[in-house]
C-alpha cells in the first residue's frame, strides 16, 4: 500500500475528510515518527508494533566490483517488532498449500 492509496483510504472512510487533509494528516503523523526516532525515542503503535533506532558496528565488508575489503562506518539504522498480535493475524491470513 501506497502513502497515496492510504490516503484515499483515509478520504473514503471518513467523508468528511477531504484528500488534501486526509494526506496532511498521514504526513503529520509520519514527521512526528520520524522526529521521535531522530531523537532516540521509541514509537510504539499497540496492536501493530515497535520502531526503535539501532546502531550497526563497525564491520568489514567487501566491494563487489573490485574485491577489495573495506570499512564500512557505524551507522544507525531503523528496526521494527511486530506485536504478537500483528503476528498471529500475519500467520493466519497466510494461504495453505
Avoid at 484515499?8 to 477531504?18: D, K, N, S, T, V
Avoid at 484528500?19 to 525515542?41: H, P, W, Y
Avoid at 546502531?55 to 565488508?61: D, E, I, P
Wanted: glycine residues 8%; positive net charge.
Amino acid at each position: 500500500m501506497t502513502k497515496g492509496e492510504l490516503v484515499q483510504r483515509l478520504a473514503r472512510q471518513f467523508p468528511g475528510i477531504r484528500r488534501e487533509d486526509a494526506r496532511v494528516m498521514i504526513d503529520l503523523f509520519l514527521d512526528s515518527m520520524k522526529t521521535g526516532l531522530r531523537s532516540g525515542d521509541t514509537v510504539e503503535l499497540r496492536d501493530f508494533g515497535v520502531l526503535r533506532v539501532r546502531t550497526r558496528a563497525t564491520r568489514k565488508a567487501r566491494n563487489p566490483r573490485t574485491g577489495s575489503s573495506v570499512v564500512v562506518a557505524p551507522k544507525k539504522v531503523p528496526y521494527f517488532k511486530q506485536s504478537r498480535i500483528l503476528k498471529s493475524s500475519l500467520k493466519s491470513s497466510q494461504v495453505k498449500g
